[in-house]
Structure formats: C-alpha cells, structure tokens
C-alpha cells in the first residue's frame, strides 16, 4: 500500500530532529518577491543521509507558536483516537496558514493538480509557491509528497529536511521519513524517524502497526 508524506494527503496521497541523520536546514525569512530556493533540488546520497550544515531553524511569530505549543502538548495527551484527529486537522491548519494570499491560490491550484494525478504541474505551482515563502511547511510537505508518488526520493528527501528544520515536530513528516527511509531499504532509520513521530502523535494512524513491523525486522522478535 502506498502512503502520501501530507498523510499525508487523505487515502489516495495519504518527520524533534533524528541525530542519525542530520535533520537540519535553513531558516530564511523573504516573502513575496524574496529569493527562490524552489529549483534547486538536492538529491541524498546513495546512504539515504540527508545533507546537513550549521542552520537555524525558523521561528513561526510569538502566537503561532503559543497555539502550536498548546496543540502539540494536546495532541500527546489525546485520550482516544477522534480527540488526536480533531487536534491534528487543527495543527494542519496552522501549518497551512501562510500571511501570503499568493501562496494560498498556489496551494489551491497545487491541490487541484495532485488530485488529478498531474504532478508535473503541482510541482511547477509548489515550486511558485515557495519561492514566494520559502518557509511555507505546507507547500514544502505537499511537495514532497508529490516527489514521493513519483519515486523521486532526493527531491523528497530535500524537502523533508527543509521542513523538519523549521518544525522537528511535524509528524506527517516524519512519517513520510519513515515511508521513505523503509522504500530504500534502510529499515534502521526508518524506525527511528518513525518512533519519533509517535512521540509526538502517538495516536498516528497506521503507525504502529508499522513499528511493529520495523522493530521486527530491525530488533528481531522478543524471546
């Protein structure tokens, strides 16, 4: 079965920073009209490590980060499964919220092409996007997950990178990671980007399960 990094998108399309690989990236602050990071893809190395570098991660403003600090808190404490999804449909909100009604019509569109299976085309409008806001988590994961269900991992992976660097605590991510890291054979890494998710959602759907299978594969079967 195939899983989608917005979880990652709904059915058909649907990562704290991982000491082991790295996850740091930049925290550019430009808005309309700043420099485009969007073109420039950069593909993993053939270990599945992504690239790492001296970075600081961006900082959403005061209130936003006073809302997502209260929802992530929320959200580990979830006592039953529809709780989880009402606090996880609103941190998705959040991370969508962008300042930028440019970004927002991209989204729209970008959405609209995913659905319809024309990922040239969303990749194209994601990519506007982000040169618009570079620090947009929204469009920068829906990318990603576009790469993905194109079997484009270094692209995905670079994504990946760029949007844990601004939030280590966005779980769709890290599952994504995990997907990822589990298609490329690396079944260590994968359950750690994995067991990181569930430390933040530990509600995560289908999550388990798929621990279960990794620690199976990756610890061997308790005696």
């Known amino acids: 079965m195939r899983f989608s990094l917005a979880l990652?998108?709904?059915a058909a399309m649907a990562i704290a920073a991982i000491p082991a690989l790295a996850l740091t990236g930049p925290g550019t602050d430009s808005r309309?009209?700043?420099t485009a990071e969007a073109g420039r893809s950069e593909v993993a190395p053939a270990d599945g490590r992504l690239p790492t570098g001296p970075?600081?991660?961006h900082k959403a403003p005061?209130?936003?980060r006073t809302q997502l600090e209260g929802l992530f808190a929320a959200l580990k404490a979830a006592p039953d499964d529809r709780s989880a999804k009402i606090i996880g449909d609103r941190l998705d909100q959040l991370f969508n919220t962008t300042d930028s009604a440019s970004v927002d019509l991209l989204m729209v569109r970008a959405t609209v092409?995913?659905?319809?299976?024309q990922y040239d085309l969303a990749l194209k409008?994601?990519?506007q996007a982000i040169e618009i806001d570079p620090d947009d988590i929204g469009a920068r994961s829906k990318r990603a997950t576009v790469y993905y269900l194109r079997d484009d991992y270094g692209p995905a992976l670079a994504d990946i990178r760029e949007v844990?660097?601004?939030?280590?605590?966005?779980?769709?991510?890290l599952y994504g990671l995990a997907l990822i890291m589990r298609d490329m054979g690396?079944?260590?890494?994968?359950l750690e980007a994995l067991r990181k998710a569930l430390a933040v959602n530990p509600r995560l759907d289908g999550a388990k399960e798929l621990e279960s299978q990794l620690a199976t594969a990756v610890e061997g079967r308790e005696i």
């Not at 092409?113 to 299976?117: H, P, S, T, V």
């Not at 844990?164 to 991510?173: D, G, K, Q, S, V």
């Not at 690396?186 to 994968?190: H, L, Y």
């Open 8 to 10: 990652l998108l709904p």
């Open 32 to 34: 309309d009209g700043g």
């Open 55 to 57: 970075r600081a991660p």
């Open 62 to 64: 005061k209130d936003k």
């Open 113 to 117: 092409a995913l659905e319809a299976k």
């Open 125 to 127: 409008i994601l990519g």
């Open 164 to 173: 844990l660097a601004r939030e280590p605590r966005h779980y769709a991510t």
């Open 186 to 190: 690396d079944d260590k890494r994968a």
